[in-house]
């Protein structure tokens, strides 16, 4: 049996219901069809902070939308402009962004936010995430300031009703099997093995990355990342860009790279923790000194603010001798830690009176630690600790300490073990500023769009913090309007 749709899409994140909605508006049917059951629904999108970057002159512009907090008085949150932006994602990709794509995701990023506004999701300022109290104001930095409320959950929760009252239709368990261009269609698999054929005026393509699939990681990635831990869905294995590939898509962006973290040592090889989620990530280590099992640091921790290193720390943590690192404070820092993520039950870690204690208590060389310790505390330049800013108080040992270095001398001691957790990958379709999937000869295919993780060309090797979002917010109207507007001349 073939059900008729004037659109269809593929996957139910962020990406695909953003997808859905900008489609809605413009009066097509939708289906949305997500592989897995509702109980496991929403994607990576759902394990998020729900944090969205987007370039604003003032936070001034997008004061009306944010939820009331008896902090904004004391706020202080710098303009992010279009042009800081952009110079982000230039410097953490090494210039591998694309262009146009960029441009795309830069100038409709505020616009974007301010849609989903419409939609009902709601929007916060994230004081515990992305500021520090300093002389009695909440400091923001690292141009991210707002997130949803709720997190991924709100975010997810908020997504489906809004889609499900203007109309759309949804259905889980039910996993893309084949695409069919000539009649813009696809066929899924439902829960009990049946298939389906939907014939649509256009397909959106939201059906994440490769991140959960141990083979296509080792394939794309190299070694070792098959062993890495999978921070979200288990449902992003990469099947929809194969079969988007076959039927002629350009590939696009940097299949060899992707978004890993610090992420608890004991999280789950498969996939992310639905209670938990976001909080088994471990990204105050700017703070502390992460080292190995020998002792020894391997990063510079404060390079910059966290929204730019910790995307691309995950990968240095599976090069490290049985893929295992150990982010460290002491009784000085422990209390700057974020709350969410270092008070979350139950943890890798350990406290102790002295380093050796903790040393043993992890599984450290003990005398590795020392000499670490030793060095770094003998290092340590005069200058005032301020983690709203980049203070400059470096510890100048190999690797640096470029900022908010801080002795490692005041007992209790605390330690957290940590793995690589994959986030999602950065390889992916080629598509044009209007979402439009482009074929090897760079021409649109007709009726096809893609949004989210699933295009190509944004991210390399590293990652500004709250872009991926933002990303499938932004590409996901684009291909929901495309797609709405191909259906109605179609
Ligand atoms: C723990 C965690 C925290 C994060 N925090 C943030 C954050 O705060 N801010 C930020 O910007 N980014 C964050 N990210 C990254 C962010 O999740 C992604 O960039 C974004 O959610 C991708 O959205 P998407 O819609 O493309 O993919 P997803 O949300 O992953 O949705 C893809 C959907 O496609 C479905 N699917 C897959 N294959 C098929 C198939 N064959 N048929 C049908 N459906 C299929 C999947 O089941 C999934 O539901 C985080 C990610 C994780 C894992």
Request: glycine fraction near 14%; include cysteine.
């Amino acid at each position: 049996m073939t059900d008729e749709f004037d659109v269809v899409v593929v996957g139910g994140g962020n990406a695909g219901f953003s997808a859905a909605h900008s489609a809605v508006e413009q009066g097509a049917r939708v289906l949305l069809l997500e592989k897995a059951p509702e109980a496991a629904a929403g994607g990576n999108s759902f394990y998020t902070a729900g944090a969205f970057r987007f370039a604003i002159d003032s936070i001034d512009e997008v004061a009306d939308l944010l939820e009331p907090d008896e902090r904004h008085a004391d706020a202080v949150v710098p303009a992010y402009p279009a042009s800081a932006f952009e110079a982000d994602m230039e410097r953490v990709t090494g210039g591998r962004c694309d262009p146009v794509l960029t441009e795309v995701l830069v100038s409709r990023s505020a616009d974007a936010v301010r849609w989903l506004a419409t939609k009902g999701i709601r929007w916060r300022l994230m004081y515990e995430r992305q500021s520090y109290l300093s002389d009695g104001k909440w400091v923001f930095s690292g141009g991210l300031f707002v997130g949803t409320v709720g997190g991924g959950k709100g975010l997810i929760a908020q997504h489906t009703r809004a889609a499900l009252e203007a109309g759309v239709e949804i259905r889980y368990g039910a996993e893309v099997t084949a695409l069919h261009l000539a009649e813009r269609g696809v066929t899924y698999r439902d829960s009990d093995g049946a298939e389906h054929r939907v014939t649509a005026g256009a397909v959106v393509l939201s059906a994440g990355g490769f991140e959960s699939d141990p083979r296509r990681r080792a394939e794309h990635l190299g070694e070792g990342w098959d062993r890495a831990l999978v921070r979200g869905t288990p449902t992003n294995t990469g099947e929809v860009l194969e079969l988007a590939l076959a039927a002629g898509a350009a590939p696009h962006g940097d299949w060899g790279s992707c978004h890993s973290v610090a992420w608890d040592a004991d999280g789950s090889p498969t996939g992310g923790n639905r209670e938990l989620t976001n909080q088994l990530t471990r990204q105050s280590y700017p703070i502390g000194i992460v080292v190995n099992v020998d002792g020894d640091r391997f990063v510079d921790e404060g390079a910059d603010f966290r929204n730019y290193t910790y995307a691309k720390y995950g990968r240095e943590i599976l090069r490290q001798p049985q893929g295992r690192a150990f982010q460290l404070f002491d009784a000085k820092t422990r209390p700057l830690l974020r709350k969410e993520e270092y008070d979350s039950r139950p943890i890798a870690g350990a406290q102790a009176d002295s380093l050796a204690e903790l040393a043993a208590r992890l599984g450290i060389d003990a005398a590795g630690l020392q000499r670490t310790v030793d060095e770094f505390n003998g290092s340590i330049v005069d200058r005032p600790f301020d983690p709203a800013v980049k203070d400059g108080r470096a510890a100048r040992v190999d690797p640096p300490k470029s900022n908010w270095a801080q002795a490692l001398d005041t007992a209790p001691y605390y330690g957290y073990a940590v793995g690589c957790g994959i986030t999602f990958t950065f390889g992916g379709l080629h598509v044009d500023e209007s979402a439009r999937v482009l074929d090897t000869g760079g021409r649109p295919i007709e009726g096809f769009y893609a949004a989210g993780e699933m295009v190509g060309g944004l991210f390399s090797g590293n990652y500004p913090g709250g872009s991926g979002l933002t990303s499938g917010a932004v590409f996901g109207r684009l291909a929901g309007a495309g797609a709405g507007r191909s259906a109605r001349r179609g």
